[in-house]
């Protein structure tokens, strides 16, 4: 089974997905961490960063995608990446690479690849519309602005990036705008895709949700599904 997760910044995305994989004992994949380990590889290399040019870099980086231990491993040149993946301005430079269609072809091959395990959780802006359009639980988060700013801005505070509510406001209507309107794989819910507000949830109470969506679609009589 794979459950496609969408959505904006500061839906609450990544911690449900991570926490809803845990316990469904499912892999994990965050699809945006591999544009920000993409966009992280460009900017160290030399020379032009065109469309062009990137889509015959690409190919020759030492850039590898594994799943160990239920989530998404990123290895450059033999050395994990994490935190260097973290800050305000590669998160920018991930949503501009993102606009060109060899960096989007280059990363759909992998997440496939990756999906191929089977009992997946992905999570993105395109999962359900073009990574995984066949899922069997396609789900949009969303929330209201304020909730998604406060949200996004308390992450980076605890991660100790001082940033201003107004500066988040500003980065995250940019990006969304950037992702909504970009005519490679545009950021919206897939046609069958189960919408839900997070604004006034809480995680528990998305991810019970969630798993009772799952239940239904996979059916109860599943033994893996017992215990949840």
């Not at 065109?50 to 231990?69: E, T």
Request: glycine residues 6%; negative net charge.
């Amino acid at each position: 089974m794979i459950i496609a997760i969408d959505g904006p910044a500061g839906a609450g995305k990544s911690t449900v997905c991570r926490i809803l994989a845990k316990r469904l004992q499912f892999l994990y994949l965050d699809t945006g961490a591999m544009y920000r380990a993409l966009a992280w590889a460009l900017l160290r290399e030399e020379g032009e960063l065109a469309g062009d040019a990137i889509a015959l870099r690409l190919p020759m980086l030492p850039l590898r995608f594994a799943i160990r231990q239920s989530s998404l491993e990123i290895i450059y040149a033999g050395k994990e990446l994490d935190e260097e993946l973290r800050g305000p301005e590669i998160t920018e430079a991930a949503s501009r690479f993102s606009r060109l269609e060899p960096v989007r072809s280059f990363l759909l091959f992998w997440q496939r690849k990756l999906g191929e395990q089977g009992n997946l959780v992905a999570e993105g802006r395109d999962t359900a519309t073009v990574v995984f359009p066949h899922a069997e639980l396609k789900v949009y988060l969303t929330a209201d602005s304020s909730a998604r700013i406060k949200r996004r801005r308390d992450e980076y505070l605890l991660k100790g990036m001082n940033i201003s509510y107004e500066e988040m406001e500003r980065q995250i209507r940019e990006r969304d705008e950037a992702d909504a309107g970009r005519a490679l794989a545009p950021m919206r819910p897939a046609e069958d895709a189960v919408i839900m507000d997070t604004s006034n949830l809480s995680i528990e109470e998305v991810i019970e949700q969630l798993i009772h969506k799952a239940r239904s679609r996979i059916g109860t009589e599943r033994a893996d599904f017992d215990a949840l």
